[in-house]
């Protein structure tokens, strides 16, 4: 299966901890993708990383990806009450359809 | 900013019944998909439509399902005799363009998600 599973499945952190989230795949991919959720709400696109780049930020975002280990990180810095939501990773073939395949994301609360 | 919008919010059927679900995509989007989100479960595909046609579908997108552009704005998720299992969040998105553009390109302007349908089959 092309899906990405994350780690941990939940993740309970104070304010303005840093909160870090992995993804793993098993097979070659085009690009992985992050994305937020929050409680009964839609998916918001956050990052995405392409197969070729190996780090990229975004605000308090921080996305790594190592193809070798097909595994990718998610480092939220100095997180916050409103960064609570689960965050998913999603992951595009290589070769294949674009359309991003999502693992069981990781729940993240942030305690005030 | 513009947004995706769904409409129920909320959607209770009897097993056997047919629902529609109905979403807004963003005005100058082309690209159009519905995902599906099962409780506690993962995000999952269904189909991606373009140029009025299901450019791409998942094997969860069986004969009992079927999507629809009927005007300019709505673009519509028909379920013709709802399962018990047919009970998730249906989430509709839009995009701009190709996601292989996009994302060849480096943007991540590809899919805008919409806040979601719950249905619920009893």
């Known amino acids: 299966s092309q899906q990405g599973e994350e780690d941990p499945q939940a993740l309970s952190i104070q304010e303005g901890e840093n909160a870090t989230m992995n993804c793993s795949y098993k097979?070659?991919?085009?690009?992985l993708q992050w994305y937020r959720q929050n409680s009964g709400r839609g998916l918001v696109h956050l990052i995405l990383?392409?197969?070729?780049?190996r780090e990229k930020h975004s605000g308090r975002l921080r996305v790594t990806l190592d193809t070798s280990k097909k595994s990718s990180s998610l480092l939220i810095t100095a997180s916050r009450a409103a960064d609570t939501a689960s965050y998913f990773c999603?992951?595009?073939?290589?070769?294949?359809?674009?359309?991003?395949?999502f693992g069981r994301g990781t729940s993240l609360i942030v305690h005030p | 900013e513009p947004e995706v919008t769904q409409t129920p919010s909320h959607q209770v059927t009897q097993m056997g019944q047919e629902v529609i679900l109905r979403c807004v995509p963003i005005?100058?989007?082309?690209?159009f998909y519905w995902y599906r989100q099962i409780l506690g479960q993962k995000v999952e595909f269904l189909v991606s439509?373009?140029?009025?046609?299901?450019?791409?579908k998942s094997e969860i997108f069986d004969d009992q399902f079927s999507v629809e552009r009927p005007d300019g704005s709505n673009f519509t998720l028909k379920i013709r005799s709802t399962k018990l299992e047919d009970s998730a969040m249906y989430f509709c998105?839009?995009?701009?363009?190709?996601?292989?553009?996009?994302?060849?390109?480096?943007?991540?302007?590809?899919?805008?998600f919409g806040p979601g349908t719950r249905l619920t089959v009893l």
């Open positions: 999603a992951t595009a073939a290589s070769g294949g359809s674009y359309i991003p395949t």
């Open positions: 990383i392409r197969s070729n780049e």
């Open positions: 097979t070659s991919i085009n690009n």
């Open positions: 998105a839009s995009g701009p363009f190709h996601p292989a553009t996009g994302w060849t390109s480096g943007s991540t302007d590809t899919q805008y």
């Open positions: 439509f373009y140029n009025n046609e299901i450019s791409e």
């Open positions: 005005s100058n989007h082309l690209y």
